[in-house]
């Protein structure tokens, strides 16, 4: 491996020589006579490691050479000690401005340069090789975070799909949810920016949406599979798989005292996406506002899907026939602003059912 490389500027022969000396035996020399040169040195990619750099030269002075190395971005990772004859307070101003490491007037004494040089060496060393371990600890965290997500929305859609084929579905109900979800909440974004959505927490509540059904584990065959209309006691009891569902989500919770917004986003959904804005929904009839949006936005996508789709209990209806439902309030009543994004994104989720029709969704 070679060794480090420190890079002399200066354009009288004897000061590099003497500075040449007091280095030589830990390290290589680079020797430029001016600033134009020592930027080519730099250009070159060397394992430079300091830059002992004097100010007043012909052709590019040493402001000139610190020019070039903050518009490289070289200032953070090479330190520069300016080496002037000059006293004029003006000048080491500018020079520490620039982020310059020290500055050393001339004539110098060569254990003081030794002394101070490899301080700065070492601390810049101790400084990029600390800033690489936590590059590398972020890449770690980042791909470890990564994996996590990828096996969580792994192990939802794997209990949403238990749940699914439970209910003789074909398991493509919870991954149509998520993209009507997805949809809905990119047009909430985009027409209704007051609600402050962000791309992360569009992709949370469509993942989240995944969950919306899986309290129905817990409902009795007779009633789950049942081909006709639930009796009012029959439906009490399908109205359980609402809280049902949240008892599930805590077990699974990890820390009841953490703030963790994909669970919220589970838990709101699962129980409030029959809640309806007027009051009328269940389980907690929660009014207008009162309704979490995730909850809001996947109360249509829930029904909507329910509607086009073939049931135990019913036969599929048409895409119109299903968007006309929805919107004259026959599915009960929904948030103004979410219906308005249905209706927006109509043409949508018809493409959407149609395209289902012909291929395998993935």
């Not at 340069?113 to 600890?137: A, D, F, G, P, T």
């Amino acid at each position: 491996m070679s060794r480090q490389q420190i890079l002399i500027v200066d354009d009288e022969e004897v000061n590099r020589a003497i500075l040449s000396e007091i280095f030589r035996d830990d390290y290589d020399i680079i020797e430029a006579p001016n600033g134009q040169e020592a930027i080519d040195r730099l250009g070159e990619g060397h394992n430079i490691v300091l830059v002992c750099l004097d100010v007043v030269m012909p052709l590019v002075d040493g402001f000139g050479v610190l020019d070039y190395m903050e518009k490289n971005d070289l200032l953070n990772k090479i330190p520069v000690i300016l080496i002037t004859g000059e006293s004029v307070a003006s000048s080491e101003g500018k020079a520490y401005g620039y982020g310059v490491a020290d500055v050393m007037h001339k004539p110098f004494y060569p254990h003081i340069v030794m002394r101070r040089s490899s301080n700065i060496i070492q601390l810049y060393q101790n400084k990029l090789n600390m800033e690489q371990k936590l590059k590398e600890q972020e890449e770690k965290i980042l791909a470890q975070e990564s994996k996590n997500r990828k096996n969580n929305e792994f192990m939802i859609d794997a209990l949403s799909a238990v749940v699914e084929f439970r209910s003789l579905e074909t398991g493509d109900h919870i991954k149509r949810i998520k993209y009507f979800t997805r949809i809905l909440l990119k047009y909430m974004a985009k027409y209704f920016p007051q609600y402050g959505l962000t791309p992360e927490q569009i992709d949370a509540m469509a993942k989240a949406a995944a969950m919306h059904d899986i309290g129905k584990i817990g409902i009795p065959d007779a009633i789950l599979l049942k081909p006709g209309r639930l009796t009012e006691e029959e439906f009490e009891t399908m109205k359980e798989h609402t809280t049902i569902g949240c008892e599930i989500l805590k077990n699974f919770q990890q820390n009841e005292n953490e703030d963790d917004e994909f669970f919220q986003y589970c838990y709101d959904i699962c129980r409030h996406h029959h809640e309806r804005w007027d009051g009328k929904g269940y389980p907690d009839h929660l009014v207008g506002e009162e309704i979490p949006l995730c909850a809001q936005v996947v109360a249509i996508a829930d029904v909507y899907d329910a509607l086009v789709s073939n049931r135990v209990y019913k036969g599929a209806y048409a895409n119109n026939v299903a968007y006309d439902m929805i919107m004259n309030g026959e599915c009960g009543e929904f948030a103004p602003d979410v219906l308005e994004c249905f209706a927006l994104a109509k043409e949508d989720f018809f493409n959407i059912v149609e395209v289902i029709k012909m291929f395998t969704f993935v």
